[in-house]
């Protein structure tokens, strides 16, 4: 089955870490329990992630103040406040939210992050080097903060002009598909070698309908850096449009030994198998993400979407 397929672009990330349960009911007891004040704090946190999903951060952010008044401890809740100052470029309010959740969980490596991206924002980037670093040292397998680390020390040693970076991540927010595309071509005429420019040029070409320009973008892009796992899923996810699925499945792979955690590419991996009608292999790797990141959207709706095709052919007996 076809879809639109979910491209990843590399950027820096703040990570709205461990997904909360949706909004539960009172429980029948008197409201100053202490049940019944956790409740209305989880319920408070989630009309907070609503608004925040929805872009309306101000009020995202009074809905979480309210619950911290009630659950003051709760490190990810400030986390929380902290993106949402950060959306609304309040940049000193978020370090604020994010050194209060570190004071609370020092092992909170997405909040080390997020302090770090906030300080590369101020454009104090030794300071950011030592936050993404500290995320590293709670979590040394976190991609994020090993990205922001590299992306940080290029810019620090001049391998990579800050001019071109700051380009391509203002033109990944943009929704213009011929702005992107004039706006990474200016980031490459910066910086030529610039592997991230390349591969969101040939995203913006693949959208845009230009598809021989997106194979030569990603082309250029994994010459560059062969070792890029988004060039690499973005190539599988080319070349499963174009219908050479053996070669996709190839790239998905690659993408995923160099990045386990990749769950666009083990996503889009699982599409493809689903594809050839390779069932065993895309309830393998369904499995595998649902046991690992079964919090995610992405896994969610392919469970979702997958799960009676993929018993069919279980009861049946395989492929």
Known sequence: MKREYFISILLFLLVLSCARQGKKPTPAVQPETKEALE???????????????????????????????LIPDDAEVHNFVGLAFHKTGKLDSAIAAYLQA??????????????????????????????????????????????????????????????????????SQIDSLELQIKQYRQALQIDSNYVDAWNNLGVAYYYYGNLDSAVYCIRRALDKNPDYPPAHNNAGFILDAMGDYQKAIAHYQKAIRLRPDYVVALVNLVDT??????????????KALQESFGENYLVRERIKEYQDVLKQTNDAGGK
């Open 273 to 286: 198998y689903m594809n050839v009608k390779d069932y065993d292999s895309a309830r393998t790797t369904l």
């Open 39 to 69: 409740v209305k704090a989880e319920n408070l946190v989630s009309n907070g992630i609503d608004y925040y999903t929805t872009k309306k951060y101000d009020r995202a952010i009074d809905q979480w103040k309210q619950a911290l008044k």
């Open 102 to 171: 570190v004071k609370l969980n020092p092992h909170y490596h997405q909040a080390w992050n997020n302090l770090g991206y906030m300080y590369f924002l101020k454009g104090d980037y030794q300071t950011a080097l030592g936050y993404f670093k500290r995320s590293l040292q709670e979590n040394p397998n976190y991609t994020q903060a090993r990205l922001n680390l590299q992306k940080t020390e290029q810019i620090v040693s001049g391998k990579l002009p800050i001019q071109a970076f700051e380009l391509v991540e203002k033109t």
